[in-house]
Nanobody
Framework: VQLQASGGGLVQAGGSLRLSCAAS????????MGWFRQAPGKERDLVAA????????SYVDSVKGRFTISRDNAKKTVYLQMNSLKPEDMAVYYC???????????????WGQGTLVTVSS
């Protein structure tokens, strides 16, 4: 399966962006999904996750209350609404299926290109 993240860009601190993750070749509806980010010189970390049904979500503390993950299984798309962006949110964002709920272990071997989010202060 190919996962393509999009929607990144340049935004001022305090602004908003909505990222999308589309899948080709396979439906995502049976997978728990996550949004990861990788800042320069740092590891790629999971920041938000959503269960296959969309009923359960999880966030790292640094984005709680600012980011919202959602999904539309009919459209095979996962979203990340990012509000009140901070310079420390600047990173390349990737979407990925999770091996099981509660893990950050990726299910698929391919990460795609990701989408760059730049936040100016």
């Amino acid at each position: 399966v190919q996962l393509q993240a999009s929607g990144g860009g340049l935004v001022q601190a305090g602004g908003s962006l909505r990222l999308s993750c589309a899948a080709s070749g396979r439906t995502l509806s049976t997978y728990h999904m996550g949004w990861f980010r990788q800042a320069p010189g740092k590891e790629r970390d999971l920041v938000a996750a959503i269960s296959w049904s969309g009923a359960t979500t999880s966030y790292v503390d640094s984005v709680k209350g600012r980011f919202t993950i959602s999904r539309d299984n009919a459209k095979k798309t996962v979203y990340l609404q990012m509000n009140s962006l901070k310079p420390e949110d600047m990173a390349v964002y990737y979407c990925q299926a999770l091996r099981y709920w509660g893990t950050s272990e990726p299910l698929f071997g391919s990460w795609g290109q990701g989408t760059l989010v730049t936040v100016s202060s």
